[in-house]
């Protein structure tokens, strides 16, 4: 491989992550659900095209410190992905809020059946 084709994997792969960044920032769903699938496959060819690349050579430190840089750049789309989630299901829960729990919960077919009343279930001592 190439240090040119290994250099413009990761520029791609750059390019992408902020591609996908953005659309998180935006809230578009549809580009941010092709955009992850992008990026998903352009990492792993680019972990593919690292396995068949010699350590050290020209521009590894470079190259080094750019995936460094994207490698601590994901946590924070993770982070605001996440926030966009949550974000999403206050919305849902107002547009759509669940069914209110039952005040009476039957757990049988044809209900509870009735409370003793009068007697004291549990043994006391003085």
């Given at each position: 491989?190439?240090?040119?084709?290994?250099?413009?994997?990761?520029?791609?792969?750059?390019?992408?992550?902020?591609?996908?960044?953005?659309?998180?920032?935006?809230?578009?769903?549809?580009?941010?659900?092709?955009?992850?699938?992008?990026?998903?496959?352009?990492?792993?060819?680019f972990v593919q095209m690292m396995d068949g690349v010699e350590p050290g050579g020209l521009g590894a430190s470079n190259r080094a410190s750019r995936i460094k840089a994207l490698a601590q750049s994901f946590p924070a789309l993770r982070e605001n992905l996440l926030r966009r989630s949550a974000y999403v299901e206050q919305a849902l829960q107002l547009v759509v809020p669940t069914a209110p729990k039952a005040t009476y919960a039957d757990h049988s077919r044809y209900g509870n059946g009735a409370r003793q009343a009068g007697a004291f279930t549990t043994a006391l001592s003085a």
């Open positions: 491989m190439s240090h040119s084709s290994v250099d413009h994997q990761l520029d791609l792969l750059e390019q992408q992550f902020k591609e996908v960044s953005v659309a998180v920032a935006e809230g578009d769903a549809a580009s941010l659900q092709s955009g992850s699938a992008t990026l998903q496959q352009l990492a792993v060819h």
